[in-house]
């Protein structure tokens, strides 16, 4: 079946650092990947979209990246703040608009 | 706009009564989620619709759960007779036929089923 995987371990980082998840995707090809942030008690917010053919895509600290080979998304977030503290959440799609899920990453960033 | 809006955002009820869910998307989307989220199994797609009709349903655990959605502004979930595995929160999404797949969600519905 179709899957988005995301590392389900908690990632704690420093305030200031660079955070980076990663988001595998297996048994399908999406046509784009895209990310939102989920924040406790409230639904999913868009952040970020890449498509297949684009290598990389940036908006302000946030970075993400596509590599069609690996099959993975890297997301970064550069100069960490705690403020930045959620889970985050990669999505695969096609045309059929319907958005595949991975479990989420949670991040926290200490001052 | 509000952004997609959601009702209740809390309901407990007991095993074996109906639920129904509600949802109303972004006025001018024409695309309507339903997902379905809990810690074991992440988010996960119930059933989603294009300009009111349904596409696919393939994520509808079972029977007991239905969808509708009568009109361009409103959408129900309904689920009939509940169980203790229905407890979850539901997700209502909407968004744009614009290529770009992004969705808006509402605030969810924490269903909990005693």
């Known amino acids: 079946s179709q899957k988005i995987e995301q590392n389900s371990e908690a990632l704690n980082i420093q305030e200031g650092k660079t955070a980076t998840l990663t988001c595998n995707y297996t048994?399908?090809?999406?046509?784009?990947l895209q990310w939102y942030r989920q924040d406790p008690g409230r639904g999913p917010v868009f952040l970020l979209l890449i498509r297949e053919n684009e290598k990389e895509k940036r908006k302000e600290r946030l970075k993400v990246t596509f590599d069609t080979t690996l099959k993975q998304s890297l997301f970064h977030i550069t100069a960490s703040q705690p403020a930045d503290s959620a889970t985050y959440l990669c999505a695969g799609g096609n045309s059929g608009y319907a958005l595949n899920f991975g479990k989420g990453t949670s991040l926290l960033v200490t001052p | 706009d509000a952004g997609v809006i959601q009702s209740p955002r809390h309901e407990v009820t007991e095993m074996g009564q109906e639920v129904t869910l509600r949802c109303k998307p972004i006025s001018g989307h024409d695309y309507l989620f339903w997902y379905r989220q809990t810690m074991m199994r992440g988010l996960e797609l119930l059933i989603y619709?294009?300009?009111?009709?349904?596409?696919?349903d393939s994520g509808m655990p079972e029977d007991r759960f239905s969808a509708k959605m009568p009109n361009a502004s409103f959408s129900t979930l309904k689920i009939q007779p509940s169980e203790p595995r229905d407890s979850a929160v539901y997700f209502c999404?909407?968004?744009f036929g614009d290529g770009t797949g992004r969705a808006f969600f509402g605030q969810g519905t924490r269903l909990t089923v005693v």
């Open positions: 048994n399908y090809s999406p046509a784009y």
């Open positions: 619709f294009n300009n009111n009709v349904p596409i696919d």
């Open positions: 999404a909407s968004s």
